[in-house]
Nanobody, 117 residues
Framework: VQLQASGGGLVQPGGSLRLSCAAS????????MGWYSQAPGKQQEVVAT???????TYADSVKGRFTISRDNAKNTVYLQMNSLKPEDTAVYYC????????????WGQGTQVTVSS
């Protein structure tokens, strides 16, 4: 399984970005897909998750600003990031989790998001 993340960049505070995570196989095969972030000197943290059934979760810090979604036809998961803040600056990673037959987690390469004026 390969996950290809893209869409990062430099944006001013208040701006928007959309991250994409393209999977090499049907995203319906994964139980959960999500986005994680890691800022310099900090631990990796979960930003948003999306289950196969369509349930979503968000970190408190991004609720109301970020939206995770998917396009099954394109095998792609998105993270729409609005009202970006400097504290959103981090490397963002895409993750996909299969629970059967044995739990396995897959990671894409990171994409840098920098929010700065």
């Amino acid at each position: 399984v390969q996950l290809q993340a893209s869409g990062g960049g430099l944006v001013q505070p208040g701006g928007s970005l959309r991250l994409s995570c393209a999977a090499s196989e049907s995203i319906s095969s994964f139980n959960v897909m999500g986005w994680y972030s890691q800022a310099p000197g900090k631990q990796q943290e979960v930003v948003a998750t999306l289950t196969r059934g369509g349930s979503t979760t968000y970190a408190d810090s991004v609720k109301g600003r970020f939206t995770i979604s998917r396009d099954n036809a394109k095998n792609t998961v998105y993270l729409q990031m609005n009202s970006l803040k400097p504290e959103d600056t981090a490397v963002y990673y895409c993750n996909a989790l299969k629970l059967w037959p044995t739990p396995k987690s897959y990671w894409g390469q990171g994409t840098q998001v920098t929010v700065s004026s």
